[in-house]
C-alpha cells in the first residue's frame, strides 16, 4: 500500500490534462492560421519549421513531467527498508522467585507482588537492553526469550504467578541454570543476571554456578525481598504449615544472596522497597562500559520513492527541449545541439 507523505500535491496531477488542454487550443489556433495562408500541402512546402500537430505531443510531454513531479513532491512510500543500528546495551535477564514463601506478607500486599512491581517500574529505565525473564521456584523456566520488546516484557511480568504448587521449593541453582540459557552463547555485548528472590534455597550449588557465570563473564546481581525476621506463609483462608502440623515461618537468607553476588561478580541490593534496590542494581550495570549491539530494524511503508519520479519527469522535459522543430531531412533548424 501506498503512503503519501505530503499528499495535497497530488492536486498537481491536474498538469497533464492541463497541459492537453491547452496543446488543443493552441493546435486549433495554429490551423486556423495556416488555413487563412493557403491549402495545407501549400503550407507544408513553406513552412517546414512550423509543425502544429508537433505541438500537441510536446504539451503532453510537459503535462506528463509536471503530473511526475507532484506525484514526486507528494513524497510516495511503499515496501520495507531495513536499517542498521548500533545501539549501547546489554544482555540481561532477571529471575524471578515464585516459590511459596514470596507470598508472605511481611512486605505489602506480599513478597512476590513487590517483587513483580519493582520489576514493572525498572522497565522503564531500560533503554537498548536485551531482556529476558525466568521464573522459578523448585525448577525454573524461560518466561520470555531475549527481546528488546519492553512491553511484552511488562505483560509476561504482569501474568506471573506461582508455580505448580507440587513442585515447590526454592532451586537457586536452577534459576541460574535457566538464565544461562536465556543469554546468547555468541554475544555481542556483556550480561548480567538479575535474581529477586527471598534467597531460601532447599537445593544448594547455586554458588559454583554463579562462579561459572563469572568466569564467562556473566555478572550475578541478587535482590533480596522481605525483612529480616520470620513471618507466615498464606495459604487458602489459612497459613501454610509444615509436615508436623506447625505453621512454616519463612525468612529471607540475604546471607545467601550476598554470597552469590559475591560469587557472580555482581552486586547484592537489600531493601525494605525493592523498586530502591532494583534501582541500585541498574546503577552498577550503567557504570560499566558496555559494548556496542548491531542490529537491524525493520520499518514497513517507509522507503521513499519520489527520485524515480524526478528522474523521469527530468528525461522527459529534456525530450520536450531538445525536440527538433522539423520533419524534412533538408531543413536546416537550429536545436540545442546546433544546426540539424
Known amino acids: 500500500m501506498i503512503h503519501w507523505e505530503e499528499p495535497w500535491f497530488l492536486f498537481g496531477l491536474l498538469a497533464l490534462p492541463l497541459g492537453m488542454a491547452i496543446g488543443f487550443i493552441l493546435l486549433k489556433q495554429a490551423q486556423n492560421r495556416l488555413k487563412r495562408l493557403g491549402k495545407p500541402k501549400n503550407t507544408a512546402q513553406t513552412l517546414p519549421l512550423y509543425q ?90 524461560i518466561q520470555m526469550p531475549m527481546t528488546s520488546d519492553y512491553g511484552a516484557a511488562r505483560l509476561y511480568l504482569e501474568s506471573i504467578d506461582q508455580l505448580n504448587p507440587d513442585l515447590q521449593g526454592t532451586s537457586l541453582k536452577e534459576a541460574l541454570a535457566a538464565a544461562y540459557k536465556a543469554i546468547p552463547q555468541e554475544r555481542e555485548a556483556d550480561a548480567a543476571v538479575i535474581l529477586i528472590s527471598d534467597g531460601e534455597d532447599h537445593e544448594g550449588e547455586a554458588l559454583e554456578m554463579a562462579a561459572k557465570m563469572a568466569d564467562e563473564g556473566i555478572e550475578v546481581h541478587t535482590l ?31 546471607q545467601m544472596l550476598a554470597q552469590l553476588a559475591d560469587m557472580g561478580g555482581g552486586t547484592f541490593a537489600d531493601d525494605p522497597h525493592p523498586e530502591q534496590a532494583l534501582n541500585r542494581i541498574f546503577a552498577a550495570l550503567e ?50 545541439f546546433g544546426n540539424a
Open 224 to 254: 533480596s525481598v522481605g525483612l529480616n525476621q520470620a513471618v507466615p506463609i498464606p495459604m487458602g483462608n489459612g497459613y501454610l504449615k509444615d509436615e508436623a502440623g506447625k505453621m512454616a515461618l519463612t525468612k529471607p537468607n540475604k
Open 52 to 141: 502544429p500537430k508537433r505541438l500537441l505531443a510536446r504539451h503532453f510531454l510537459l503535462g506528463l513531467a509536471g503530473s511526475l513531479l507532484a506525484v514526486a513532491l507528494a513524497r510516495p512510500q511503499w515496501g520495507q527498508r531495513t536499517v542498521e543500528t548500533e545501539r549501547k546495551g546489554m544482555y540481561l535477564v532477571l529471575a524471578v522467585d515464585v516459590s511459596q514463601s514470596m507470598l508472605a506478607e511481611d512486605v505489602k500486599p506480599n513478597r512476590l507482588y513487590r517483587a513483580k512491581q519493582a520489576a514493572i517500574h525498572w522497565l522503564d529505565d531500560l533503554n537498548n537492553d536485551q531482556l529476558a525473564l525466568v521464573v522459578f521456584a523448585a525448577t525454573a523456566q
Open 287 to 336: 557504570e560499566k562500559q558496555r559494548e556496542s549491539f548491531t542490529s537491524e530494524i525493520k520499518e514497513e511503508g517507509r522507503e521513499e520513492h519520489a527520485g524515480w519520479f524526478v528522474a523521469a519527469a527530468l528525461v522527459l522535459l529534456s525530450v520536450e527541449l531538445f525536440w527538433k522543430n522539423t520533419r524534412k531531412p533538408h531543413a536546416k533548424v537550429w536545436t540545442w
